[in-house]
């Protein structure tokens, strides 16, 4: 067989050239261009790929009025593993395909590996592709989270057209990929692993989990900047993008849902490591604190909502004398965030950090996007610099815009509820956060509502 001409598509935008490039003439980005089989990008007669590749896609295209289709109710089959069903918005869909990415050695296989036993269990007929590891080396694993009865099947297997061959002759409910960076197609001749590859077999995956209606879920690796290794097309092409995240030094762990076409985004499951496996954890509120047992400079908690739960995570800052060009860095956090609550600080509360090191850090390996924890962070670099702790209990959550101004957080009575609960006794929050009017003590917390960042400094002072 003649082999096929390829062409280099651009893993960014997904422009195409005739040859390698360093830099994609289309965006202009260095080093993205890699190899694809020009059959699977320009085939047919349009670029949006062979038409026989779509054709499952062309039965039903006469034209029909929105309001005459019915809207029928996805249909989901829990896991059985309540925080992993969280995340989903409620189980595994049919013909649903999710990315499930992560650190390794941060529990993927462990994860999955539970959920299809236990679909199976629950009368599923549940499909476990291993790429990475041997079957014994699975069966290692199940024996010890105590699933050696297990009934999943198993297939040791990278070869993308022998797993879609099996795929068809079983029809699983639910097909675990495990990993999509080692699997391959004979199609292309780059390496597993490669951009090309992982783009191509994820298609291929996508569409049998289309025409088949069997739920697949892809593993992918993370790279070190923390996205997903692989084109970024990857998570357009599927409907759900889970992201693992957390310390692999301790043992709680966070599934995140950062894209789901079947549930709600921004919904988190927790869970911790046991020597049984993953466990779930209904009440995740207080597992990111760390325990003082004196009140430390530079620490304070915030409170944070995640998906539909709030949760208190400390923040923590340290301010140092900086050389001539001081660092600014963030773990958990946004950096150019980080920078902008610096101006705002230095001019709006006369704070100035300019010939100083600032590093801030979320406690627990917690990744923390919402800008409700501006406040929080400033008042922790504050107390840094000046080497004075918050009063025991403190809690802070809220917004700080570049005029200073402290903007409310959403459902800012259920975080307090939340401190309240967990026994904190003095808060600073957003005016338009704080209980009804003349309710300063609100469940056992005493609530100093401000307007603008220097309020919340006064205050600061009447605290110490
Ligand atoms: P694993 O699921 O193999 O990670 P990934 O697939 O994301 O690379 O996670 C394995 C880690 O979890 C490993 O470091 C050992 C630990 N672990 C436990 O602590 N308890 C267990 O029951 C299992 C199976 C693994
Ligand atoms: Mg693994």
Redesign the pocket.
Known sequence: MAKEKNIYVCSECGGTSAKWLGKCPSCGAWNTLVEQSASAVSGGNNRFGNTAQFASLAGSSELMLLSEIEAVDIARTPTGLDELDRVLGGGIVAGGVTLIG??????????LLQAVDALQRAGQNALYVTGEESGAQVAL?SK??GLSQSQVQVMAEIQLEKILATLDASRPTIAVI?SIQTVYSDQLTSAPGSVAQVRECAAHLTRFAKTSGTAVVL?GHVTKEGALAGPRVLEHMVDTVLY?EGDTHSSFRLVRAIKNRFGAVNEIGVFA?????LKGVTNPSAIFLSQHSEPVPGSVVLVTLEGTRPMLVEIQALVDNGGPSPRRLSVGLDRDRLAMLLAVLHRHAGVACMDQDVFVNAVGGVRIGEPAADLAVMLAITSSLRGKPMPKGFIAFGEVGLAGEVRPAPRGQERLREAAKLGFSVAIVPKANAPKKGARDFEGLTIHAVDRIEEAMDVVRTLA
Do not use: A
């Open positions: 992560g650190d390794p050695g941060i529990g993927k296989s462990t994860l694993r010890r989270l495990d593993v693992f490591m046991t020597e049984r496996g």
